[in-house]
């Protein structure tokens, strides 16, 4: 028996088939809105600096330093931002590269391009290099067109960058679609039922049929007639599409696994990140409380030594006074027990000359 006899297995392969489609669909699309948004970029560069872009193929992700002051990051994530690690890195010689990277983050949605599948040398003169700064994974360095990206790749520019997910009218069916490749190509049984791959084409269905460019979007049309016949059954699966859509989704589970692993890895980092800054702030809040406590001390010392002059001054200004109002009194004293001695004596001496006058009688 083949595994295509199995209703659920062949639904599968279906499912995954769409993907397919769905990427033929809309591939001329995102390369000819990525063309578009790198010479917008460029008309940036010329508005922003006042002269013309020049070619660079001196700078690479090992070498290049971002426009932007390191210490006013403008990345999400400023541990996945060049300037997170200067060392090693300078600006662009040519004033071209550094600049661009800042305009690349700066049309991401959320200010979070991941830089692993791009080559700087590349950006003034290959549009998809820059589009390939809107991927959400890695594993895509050396798809270089529109036309080498799968789907989930493609969906994935379209929602991450600013410019291009404007020529959409609902983002949100974008990223259901996104979410339904992840749920078709990471099945570890590789069975899916009728009726969710009825969903899961319609759902196809309504991003090729977005009503603002998509629907007059000859490419985009037929793969929605592709995608009719599959749902009805009327493209012939053999054991070739089988295989290829296997293999597809064996490696979309190891790029899967690899991205869980950067993502902890990444995690990781930001954590040891935070650490150090939340052990560098209670550092730094430490000795800051240390010193305003030392100076507290200094000036309480200092409150204390100036109370304590005060105090020996007033001290010693009261003794002073003590000492000069006793003299004050003693002198008193002895002038008033001198004058009673001298008016005793002035009396005796006249006592003493009226007894001698008597006696002379």
Not at 8 to 36: N, T
Not at 71 to 99: A, D, L, T, Y
Not at 298 to 308: C, F, G, P, S, Y
Request: aromatic share 8%.
């Amino acid at each position: 028996m083949s595994d295509l006899e199995d209703p659920l297995y062949k639904d599968w392969v279906r499912s995954a088939l769409s993907l397919k489609y769905l990427k033929e669909g809309i591939y001329s699309f995102v390369d000819q809105f990525a063309k578009q948004h790198h010479s917008n970029l460029l008309l940036s560069y010329i508005k922003g600096t006042g002269s013309p872009a020049t070619s660079c193929t001196e700078c690479t992700s090992e070498n290049l330093m971002p426009d932007h002051p390191r210490h006013r990051c403008i990345q999400k994530f400023r541990s996945k931002c060049f300037c997170n690690n200067p060392v090693g890195r300078r600006k662009c010689p040519n004033n071209f590269c550094s600049r661009f990277y800042d305009l690349i983050v700066i049309a991401h949605d959320e200010r979070n391009p991941l830089w692993i599948n791009t080559d700087p040398r590349k950006w003034y003169s290959d549009h998809w290099e820059i589009a390939k700064c809107y991927l959400s994974t890695t594993g895509y360095s050396e798809h270089g067109t529109a036309a080498d990206t799968d789907a989930a790749g493609l969906l994935s520019i379209i929602i991450n960058n600013i410019e291009i997910r404007n020529y959409v009218c609902s983002i949100d069916n974008i990223r259901k679609v996104r979410d339904i490749r992840n749920d078709i190509m990471h099945s570890k049984s590789f069975q899916v039922d009728q009726s969710s791959l009825y969903q899961y084409i319609e759902q196809m269905i309504l991003v090729l049929q977005d009503p603002k460019i998509l629907v007059t979007d000859v490419a985009a049309q037929n793969a929605v007639l592709k995608l009719e016949k599959l749902k009805r059954d009327q493209i012939f699966i053999s054991v070739e599409d089988a295989y290829e859509m296997r293999r597809h989704a064996l490696k979309a589970g190891e790029d899967g696994v690899k991205k869980i692993e950067k993502t902890k890895d990444e995690a990781i980092q930001q954590m040891e990140t935070k650490r150090k800054e939340i052990h560098d702030d209670l550092d730094s809040r430490f000795d800051q409380r240390l010193l305003e406590q030392n100076k507290e001390i200094k000036a309480e010392t200092i409150r204390m030594q100036t109370e304590k002059n005060e105090f020996e001054s007033r001290y010693q200004t009261a003794v002073n006074e003590i000492e000069t109002k006793g003299k004050q009194i003693t002198d008193n004293i002895d002038a008033y027990f001198e004058s009673r001695v001298n008016d005793h004596e002035n009396k005796v001496d006249d006592q003493s000359k009226e007894i001698s006058g008597c006696l002379k009688l």
